[in-house]
């Protein structure tokens, strides 16, 4: 498979999957499914009207737009032409957007509905290179749009196909399929698979994004080896909901093209109402699910709260259910099943508890592939006491994604697990990880100098991580590079260590550690809205709360007890409000941005460190 462009890929691929079940979409509380034909089809006739709109291969397009059915189609069928794809995040502000498409020089965009549309026009001035303006919904049209009907019995191109609907655009494709089936095939074959498919811009927490050079090489090479190591079945199931501007939730997605993995999509604005997201897993019972680890937090705290509130019986069923799985979870990491007593009190605690957590996710999860960022280690293990599987991976944009993953047979927790197949490691002398093969990208954008500081002439990509390999090939990631802090006394410390034990915490949402070139570490902390509500208080009157405080100070102590002396948590600040991607704080995979976030609450920083020493023993 690494030999081919992803137009060929699914050339091949698509026909065999026939009328089997393909996407599935939720509009107005009703779902409705496209078959592997109808995909085709659709991929097929998208292509073939945007190359009748003028637009050739190297023609950069961009869609902006919450992760949809249509993000894949217009993804492949724009792809599969050799026009080079520019995902951007629906919540970027418009100079993002504006510095987006003038770095790439998009000739057009597709754009979700008429929020984004709003963002298109106030820069679309300057941005000279941007032809058209497709929306994805009806309220994305500009106005004055081009209706379907522009053909005037003149055929494609009889009038300019440029600011219309998706659904008409795809209506004009239909009638080119139609009469000239045989157009895709040459189209198709001009793409070669080391042409780029796609500029990934990193959102990165600090600095201007640089666009990833990512070819149709690198897909292919890095689907071929998950398919491998994750043992996809065609009978297997997932709900995408990560972002599709991001590299994680792209190689997914071409993964699940390649191997008949039936995809459903949350409805429109899903994102407003987080918690709906449960309902989708609900209704569609996926087999295995890719998230960040915020997904797995929230699922942690909701869970383990309840569990810790139970009385009496239930809470005698609780603990006997908890214990007999970190039993059977310890034999599992041994490579072994439970049998006789312990397998049929597994089976008891799976029935009277372990279902009502998985119930959360449909009940049908395999195993789930966690990315973008660190997971912590014990959140792993509660899942997988409660008998499911959470696989952590690692990779870059830079890298495609996925340069490391544990295997369903072949894991261990607080590592990433092996590299995939294709893909080689090593450690430099300062610990940095070093990465090579299928998956690493050809350079950042116009950007030769920032390329050539990360990618060597031999072919080795400088990720910035720290990690350390053992002796079965596991990769343990130890910290970020540009990410730790160096104390006053000259101790280093991981963050996202320290965060992930905080985040433990049932009434903590978010968490920043800080504390470089300071004499201690503190921190800054959001609330659980959940927990605050079972206090019967709103989130304005929880910060000011001494009942609140006093309950993250104590649990703040106990996990302080987890940590060395020079990584503990010294003081903290509860903030007004919960850290947002609109407000700035956060990347769209809700890693917090640090030095933003740092330098907006800068003067709530330093105060912690203007009294006497003595408050730092």
Known sequence: ??????????????????DRPALHSSKDGQWSSASWKDFDRHVRALGLALDAAGFKK??????????????????????????????????????????ILKDCDAK????????????????????????????IQADGVPSGGSPSAQRDGGGPGAK??????????????????????????ALVDAVKPNDLATLVYTSGTTGVPKGAMLSHANFAGICDGLKDVLGFRPTDSTVLFLPLAHIFARVVQFACLDLAVQI???????????????????????????????????????????????KGVKKKIVDFAMATGKAVSKLRQEGKEPSGLLGAKFALANKLVFSKVKGKFGGNVRFFVS????????????????DMLILEGYGLTETTA???????????????????????????????ILIKGVGVFQGYFKKAEDSKAVLGDDGWFASGDIGEIDGDGFLKITDRKKDLIVTAGGKNIAPQYVEAKLKTIPMISQVMVHGDKRKFVSALVTLNPDEVKKLGLSYEEA???????????????????????????????????DLSIDAGELTPTLKVKRKFVTEKFKALLDGFYTESASDAA
């Open 264 to 310: 459903s999509y949350p409805p429109y604005g899903w994102s407003k109402n987080p918690a709906s997201l449960f309902d989708v897993f609900e209704h569609q019972k996926p087999t295995f699910v890719s998230s960040v680890p915020r997904i797995f937090e929230k699922v942690f705290v909701t869970a383990s709260a309840t569990f810790a509130e139970a």
């Open 371 to 386: 990315g973008g960022a660190p997971l912590s280690r014990e959140i792993q293990e509660w899942f997988h006491t409660c």
């Open 543 to 577: 910060v000011k709360s001494q009942k609140v405080r006093d309950l993250i100070e104590a649990a703040v102590k106990e996990r302080n007890q987890t940590l060395e002396s020079y990584q503990q948590v010294k003081k903290f600040a509860v903030l007004e409000k």
């Open 58 to 99: 190297g023609d950069a397009i961009a869609i902006m737009s919450d992760t949809r059915e249509e993000w894949t189609t217009i993804d492949a069928a724009a792809m599969s032409i050799g026009l080079l794809v520019a995902g951007i995040y629906h919540s970027n502000l418009p100079e993002s957007v504006e510095y």
């Open 1 to 18: 498979m690494a030999a081919k462009s992803i137009g060929s890929l699914l050339r091949e691929r698509l026909p065999q999957h026939g």
């Open 402 to 432: 996925a340069t490391c993953v544990n295997r369903p047979e072949k894991f261990r927790f607080g590592s990433v697990g092996p590299a995939v197949p294709g893909t080689s490691l090593k450690i430099a002398e300062d610990g940095e």
């Open 108 to 135: 057009a965009i597709f754009v979700e509905d008429k929020r984004q549309l709003d963002k298109v026009e106030g820069i679309k001035a300057n941005v000279p290179t941007l032809k058209s303006i497709f929306g």
């Open 160 to 185: 300019p196909l440029e600011n219309m609907s998706y659904a008409d655009l795809l209506k004009e494709g239909e009638w080119i399929l139609a009469k000239d089936a045989k157009k895709w095939d």
